[in-house]
């Protein structure tokens, strides 16, 4: 049993000229949870997402996390060179967008690649041969390996990044809206594919979503956020089925009942 | 051994922001436990409050007073001031739950719907996979069903994955929120004799049963949940 | 500096004084960091980009009376860049020029490295048209030289892992990437691949001049220059069937020369100057003038 989390977030403000990003967020992120941060456009979300993954530096607060070595470290007082590392090995970041996250114009095989060659795998066969194994776990033919994303759709595109984030077995991984630009059957087995994948791997993960249902599906907690300010947290069925803030209210009532 | 549950002074209401604030309050006062090998059913007319004190004891309703006492590592652990994680592994060892509706996720099939309590728990792929079987054949779910998902099973046969998956575990203590509601003479029969196996293996069960039947083949003892009506003292 | 009287209009080697103190003090940089592309103010030049910019002014920052200079152009001492290079820096600097590899002190290049082992009297300077190595991937400036500045290499092998995915090789047969004393991964210019092992431990100065990109590189004497490759697809230079038609060598780098339209063509040395030693030490290829004699 993991008795320390393996992220911790400390008063986290963050300023746009006067305008507040988000402010004074703390939590833990233990190993193996999945959290989701959830609020409309411009509540924070994403902001706060920037800031924890080391993507925008914050106006105050600090985020440790909890390295390989069992040390906690204080992510914006390391060089640069070690957190890229840490981005590039430990860490996975799913973007909304795939081509935010992918070579569009290199293939499949080397955008799953990259990770490796990157930490030094030198070996093309076993590296062509891991890219495709991770390929065939997000369900991507194999014989697809060798073709561009740009002739993929969305959906395997989607797919293709989550590969190509995983392959160097990230212990924590941030997702912005994984879902947003995708049809709803896209979404159900995208949705499917990474909840195993989080349950397989013990991954720890942050999404972003104001998909409350994303959110039901994929996370153990969950922060509501409004104006920059975490209004409420906690289990995410807590949440969702017993929300308090007038806010999450009103977010709770606004789904579409199918 | 430690009684698997007690249950003191919780008292829960929502207010609903979107109705102007109002408070609607639902119970008060509740004091009950549960003893192991026990089953305690809870009674009263519907809308009393039988499922949102389920829903307490689940971690899933947030309490605004009062304790909720369960065992967990040996150690007492009142659910209503847990964190969620502690929540979480409570749900994973301690407390098991068959709802009123399955939750269905989509493209996982249902045997692993089944199983999937046990794999939480660190038990072997084929083990779990072999006993999600076992009950789900003990349930009468058509064998052409196991490997598809529930989303498109009847609410019967989507009942009866939900049960298999909740009394799959060992968990000390089961919750049931009308576990028999949307099933056959037949199935019912079958949920009753589960039950009272659970009951013989120390499990204590807490269920709300509104087949008249069932209850009384299954309940040791009613709480009447009409006592903890929210006001009622006031009124 | 003034040393001719036809000159008068132009300082020496054209550049003013003050401009060769910059390049010359990029140059030293470049030589203190091997591999790493320094920033310099290149200058306009009397001819256009992607004629040689780059590599004229390093050769015009470094070059002194007592020089002499020898310009190739993919090996050869008479094609229309090398010509006119040569020519400018006659007109400019008076200094001896010559298409001996072994008598020059300076040769600039375009494409190739001469097959004649460089000593440490020599210093080789590349034209340079795109000197970022990891441009092909990752088009943005500034993400590039944090990728050089943080070591982050693994790109250049994801091109390499494309050559092999799309050719089922390393396709790459010129500017083929190296690793400069294990730390800056380097563009070696547009010469062939053939020509990589020869800047490994070279004895004699190599300097880099990107005129258009502005920017300034070197190899010192004696540098580790190491091709970057997999392990089960490992650098390899190279080879040709049949030796040069003219002078017979082997092991050098050769250029296809189209006889007529019927298709017949014969391989010759690149490297002009190389060749002609050859045959004047009485090395003859089976297409060289004797050889025909012999057969009539």
Same mark, same amino acid.
């Given at each position: 049993?993991?008795?320390?989390?393996?992220?911790?977030?400390?008063?986290?403000? /963050?300023?746009?000229?006067?305008?507040?990003?988000?402010?004074?967020?703390?939590?833990?992120?233990?190993?193996?949870?999945?959290?989701?941060?959830?609020?409309?456009?411009?509540?924070? /979300?994403?902001?706060?997402?920037?800031?924890?993954?080391?993507?925008?530096?914050?106006?105050?607060?600090?985020?440790?996390?909890?390295?390989?070595?069992?040390?906690?470290?204080?992510?914006?007082?390391?060089?640069?060179?070690?957190?890229?590392?840490?981005?590039?090995?430990?860490?996975?970041?799913?973007? $909304?967008?795939?081509?935010?996250?992918?070579?569009?114009?290199?293939?499949?095989?080397?955008?799953?690649?990259?990770?490796?060659?990157?930490?030094?795998?030198?070996?093309?066969?076993?590296?062509?041969?891991?890219?495709?194994?991770?390929?065939?776990?997000?369900?991507?033919?194999?014989?697809?390996?060798?073709? $561009?994303?740009?002739?993929?759709?969305?959906?395997?595109?989607?797919?293709? $990044?989550?590969?190509?984030?995983?392959?160097?077995?990230?212990?924590?991984?941030?997702?912005?809206?994984?879902?947003?630009?995708?049809?709803?059957?896209?979404?159900?087995?995208?949705?499917?594919?990474?909840?195993? !994948?989080?349950?397989?791997?013990?991954?720890?993960?942050?999404?972003?979503?104001?998909?409350?249902?994303?959110?039901?599906? !994929?996370?153990?907690?969950?922060?509501?956020? /409004?104006?920059?300010?975490?209004?409420?947290?906690?289990?995410?069925?807590?949440?969702?089925?017993?929300?308090?803030?007038?806010?999450?209210?009103?977010?709770?009532?606004?789904?579409? $009942?199918? | 051994?430690?009684?698997?549950?007690?249950?003191?002074?919780?008292?829960?209401?929502?207010?609903?922001?979107?109705?102007?604030?109002?408070?609607?309050?639902?119970?008060?006062?509740?004091?009950?436990?549960?003893?192991?090998?026990?089953?305690?059913?809870?009674?009263?007319?519907?809308?009393?409050?039988?499922?949102?004190?389920?829903?307490?004891?689940?971690?899933?309703?947030?309490?605004?007073?009062?304790?909720?006492?369960?065992?967990?590592?040996?150690?007492?652990?009142?659910?209503?001031?847990?964190?969620?994680?502690?929540?979480?592994?409570?749900?994973?060892?301690?407390?098991?739950?068959?709802?009123?509706?399955?939750?269905?996720?989509?493209?996982?099939?249902?045997?692993?719907?089944?199983?999937?309590?046990?794999?939480?728990?660190?038990?072997?792929?084929?083990?779990?996979?072999?006993?999600?079987?076992?009950?789900?054949?003990?349930?009468?779910?058509?064998?052409?069903?196991?490997?598809?998902?529930?989303?498109?099973?009847?609410?019967?046969?989507?009942?009866?994955?939900?049960?298999?998956?909740?009394?799959?575990?060992?968990?000390?203590?089961?919750?049931?929120?009308?576990?028999?509601?949307?099933?056959?003479?037949?199935?019912?029969?079958?949920?009753?004799?589960?039950?009272?196996?659970?009951?013989?293996?120390?499990?204590?069960?807490?269920?709300?049963?509104?087949?008249?039947?069932?209850?009384?083949?299954?309940?040791?003892?009613?709480?009447?949940?009409?006592?903890?009506?929210?006001?009622?003292?006031?009124? | 500096?003034?040393?001719?009287?036809?000159?008068?209009?132009?300082?020496?080697?054209?550049?003013?004084?003050?401009?060769?103190?910059?390049?010359?003090?990029?140059?030293?940089?470049? *030589?203190?960091?091997?591999?790493?592309?320094?920033?310099?103010?290149?200058?306009?030049?009397?001819?256009?980009?992607?004629?040689?910019?780059?590599?004229?002014?390093?050769?015009?920052?470094?070059?002194?009376?007592?020089?002499?200079?020898?310009? *190739?152009?993919?090996?050869?001492?008479?094609?229309?860049?090398?010509?006119?290079?040569?020519?400018?820096?006659?007109?400019?600097?008076?200094?001896?020029?010559?298409?001996?590899?072994?008598?020059?002190?300076?040769?600039?290049?375009?494409?190739?490295?001469?097959?004649?082992?460089?000593?440490?009297?020599?210093?080789?300077?590349?034209?340079?048209?795109?000197?970022?190595?990891?441009?092909?991937?990752?088009?943005?400036?500034?993400?590039?030289?944090?990728?050089?500045?943080?070591?982050?290499?693994?790109?250049?092998?994801?091109?390499?892992?494309?050559?092999?995915?799309?050719?089922?090789?390393?396709?790459?047969?010129?500017?083929?990437?190296?690793?400069?004393?294990?730390?800056?991964?380097?563009?070696?210019?547009?010469?062939?691949?053939?020509?990589?092992?020869?800047?490994?431990?070279?004895?004699?100065?190599?300097?880099?001049?990107?005129?258009?990109?502005?920017?300034?590189?070197?190899?010192?004497?004696?540098?580790?220059?190491?091709?970057?490759?997999?392990?089960?697809?490992?650098?390899?230079?190279?080879?040709?069937?049949?030796?040069?038609?003219?002078?017979?060598?082997?092991?050098?780098?050769?250029?296809?020369?189209?006889?007529?339209?019927?298709?017949?063509?014969?391989?010759?040395?690149?490297?002009?100057?190389?060749?002609?030693?050859?045959?004047?030490?009485?090395?003859?290829?089976?297409?060289?003038?004797?050889?025909?004699?012999?057969?009539?």
């Amino acid at each position: 049993m993991n008795e320390q989390p393996l992220l911790r977030v400390n008063s986290m403000t /963050k300023y746009y000229g006067s305008r507040i990003g988000c402010r004074d967020v703390s939590f833990e992120l233990w190993p193996g949870e999945v959290l989701a941060i959830v609020g409309e456009s411009g509540s924070g /979300k994403t902001t706060l997402l920037n800031n924890i993954s080391t993507r925008l530096t914050p106006t105050s607060g600090t985020v440790e996390y909890r390295m390989r070595d069992g040390q906690f470290r204080d992510l914006y007082r390391m060089g640069e060179a070690e957190r890229r590392f840490l981005m590039r090995t430990d860490w996975g970041f799913v973007h $909304q967008n795939p081509a935010d996250g992918l070579r569009m114009t290199v293939s499949a095989g080397a955008n799953v690649g990259e990770r490796l060659m990157a930490i030094g795998d030198r070996h093309y066969g076993d590296i062509r041969n891991t890219a495709t194994r991770w390929l065939g776990r997000v369900e991507i033919d194999a014989d697809r390996v060798d073709d $561009q994303p740009r002739d993929f759709s969305g959906g395997m595109r989607q797919r293709l $990044q989550i590969a190509r984030n995983l392959v160097t077995g990230p212990r924590l991984v941030f997702m912005d809206e994984p879902t947003g630009g995708l049809d709803v059957s896209v979404q159900a087995r995208l949705l499917d594919l990474v909840r195993s !994948l989080v349950n397989d791997l013990g991954l720890s993960a942050i999404v972003v979503t104001h998909d409350l249902a994303v959110a039901r599906l !994929l996370s153990h907690r969950m922060m509501v956020m /409004k104006d920059g300010y975490v209004i409420e947290q906690g289990l995410t069925d807590r949440v969702l089925d017993d929300p308090r803030e007038p806010y999450t209210q009103l977010l709770v009532s606004s789904i579409l $009942q199918v | 051994m430690p009684t698997p549950l007690v249950v003191s002074e919780v008292a829960k209401s929502f207010v609903m922001h979107l109705r102007d604030g109002i408070k609607l309050p639902v119970v008060e006062n509740v004091n009950f436990s549960v003893a192991a090998g026990e089953c305690a059913v809870l009674g009263g007319p519907s809308g009393i409050g039988k499922s949102s004190i389920l829903k307490m004891l689940y971690g899933n309703y947030g309490v605004d007073a009062g304790q909720i006492l369960i065992t967990h590592n040996d150690v007492t652990v009142d659910i209503a001031g847990a964190d969620p994680r502690t929540v979480l592994n409570i749900r994973r060892d301690v407390i098991g739950y068959v709802s009123q509706f399955l939750r269905t996720v989509p493209r996982v099939a249902a045997v692993d719907v089944v199983a999937e309590p046990l794999l939480a728990r660190g038990i072997k792929s084929d083990v779990a996979r072999t006993r999600a079987i076992e009950l789900l054949e003990k349930l009468n779910l058509p064998e052409h069903l196991w490997q598809l998902p529930p989303t498109t099973f009847s609410g019967g046969e989507q009942q009866r994955v939900n049960i298999a998956r909740g009394f799959i575990t060992n968990h000390p203590l089961l919750l049931l929120d009308e576990p028999t509601a949307s099933l056959d003479a037949e199935n019912r029969a079958v949920v009753v004799q589960l039950i009272r196996e659970k009951k013989a293996s120390g499990t204590a069960l807490l269920g709300i049963f509104h087949d008249q039947d069932v209850r009384s083949a299954v309940a040791d003892r009613i709480i009447d949940v009409s006592m903890f009506r929210a006001g009622r003292e006031a009124a | 500096m003034n040393t001719h009287g036809e000159l008068a209009t132009y300082n020496f080697a054209y550049l003013d004084e003050q401009t060769k103190r910059m390049i010359r003090r990029a140059i030293l940089k470049a *030589i203190a960091i091997p591999g790493y592309q320094v920033p310099f103010a290149s200058r306009e030049m009397p001819m256009p980009y992607g004629w040689g910019t780059g590599g004229v002014q390093v050769t015009a920052a470094v070059i002194g009376p007592d020089d002499t200079l020898k310009v *190739i152009d993919q090996g050869a001492d008479d094609t229309t860049n090398a010509v006119s290079i040569r020519a400018f820096f006659q007109k400019v600097t008076n200094v001896a020029v010559t298409t001996s590899t072994r008598q020059a002190t300076i040769i600039q290049t375009r494409h190739r490295i001469p097959e004649e082992q460089l000593g440490e009297n020599q210093i080789l300077v590349y034209q340079v048209p795109i000197p970022e190595p990891l441009r092909f991937l990752e088009p943005r400036e500034t993400e590039t030289r944090k990728m050089h500045a943080l070591e982050e290499y693994g790109l250049m092998h994801v091109k390499l892992y494309e050559d092999i995915a799309r050719n089922g090789h390393i396709a790459t047969t010129y500017a083929y990437p190296v690793k400069v004393e294990g730390r800056y991964v380097m563009d070696p210019s547009p010469t062939p691949k053939f020509d990589n092992p020869k800047m490994h431990m070279s004895q004699a100065l190599q300097l880099f001049g990107a005129g258009r990109e502005k920017r300034i590189y070197a190899i010192p004497p004696y540098t580790e220059v190491v091709s970057l490759d997999f392990e089960d697809h490992p650098f390899e230079v190279q080879t040709f069937k049949d030796p040069c038609a003219l002078c017979a060598a082997t092991g050098v780098y050769l250029d296809e020369v189209i006889l007529d339209d019927k298709g017949s063509r014969m391989f010759v040395c690149s490297d002009t100057d190389h060749c002609e030693n050859r045959r004047n030490e009485g090395h003859h290829g089976h297409l060289s003038g004797q050889a025909l004699e012999a057969q009539q």
